[in-house]
């Protein structure tokens, strides 16, 4: 058998190789953002997903997400955490800051998620909120990159959210909520006022029918 071919061969067995292994290998996993329901200057819950990528086992200690021109948030709780808030001059959210309890945090090989009720989200068509992951070791990993259509992610892109269109007839879930509730009220207004105008009705024509009955008896 020509040595030449085995070279080709097998130098051509090894290449598929590889590359099916670079295929196998796992992407990257970065700090992300979701929230299906959220809309232009809505209410919605943002969750954050955080995964540990310490190259020397450190558990992640702290998160900071930048949340500009929310009105309000409130941060779910989570055991083994602690979360602050910073707001600016105008009471507007500003950022967010998670601290893992001394001893906690995000282990290797494991993720976590943190979940925000944020309000009044801003009138644009897409949120990024740029975020600063810290580990045990000290390792400060900055998600700030700009994601741009049609060119290749960059190496740590900014966590990023595409906002709905703007509901009509309210500003957030919250007003349709309250608008909702005001219709309710108002249909039990009007049920209760026709139920009383039937009640003083039917009182009439029992104190005729009655004062019929006692003139007959008086007359028999």
Do not use: C
Not at 26 to 38: G, M
Not at 90 to 96: C, K, L, V
Not at 183 to 206: Q, Y
């Amino acid at each position: 058998m020509n040595s030449s071919w085995l070279s080709r061969t097998s130098f051509t067995g090894a290449a598929a190789a590889f590359a099916v292994v670079l295929m196998a290998a796992p992407a990257s996993a970065h700090v992300t953002v979701s929230a299906p329901d959220a809309a232009r200057g809505g209410s919605a819950v943002l969750t954050f997903r955080v995964p540990n990528e310490s190259a020397t086992n450190s558990a992640t200690v702290e998160l900071m997400v930048q949340i500009s021109g929310l009105t309000a948030a409130d941060t779910q709780a989570m055991p083994g955490w602690k979360a602050v808030a910073n707001k600016d001059a105008a009471r507007n959210i500003t950022a967010i800051t998670w601290t893992a309890d001394p001893g906690g945090g995000i282990g290797p090989g494991q993720f976590e998620q943190f979940s925000v009720l944020a309000n009044g989200l801003p009138d644009t068509g897409t949120l990024t909120m740029p975020a600063v992951q810290t580990y045990a070791d000290g390792q400060v990993v900055k998600w700030d990159q700009e994601t741009t259509a049609g060119v290749s992610e960059p190496e740590y892109p900014a966590p990023s959210l595409t906002l709905g269109a703007k509901q009509s007839g309210g500003a957030n879930h919250h007003g349709d909520i309250r608008a909702a509730t005001s219709e309710d009220e108002s249909a039990r207004d009007t049920t209760a006022r026709w139920l009383g105008v039937i009640g003083v009705a039917l009182g009439v024509v029992g104190v005729i029918a009655g004062v019929g009955a006692l003139t007959a008896r008086r007359r028999g």
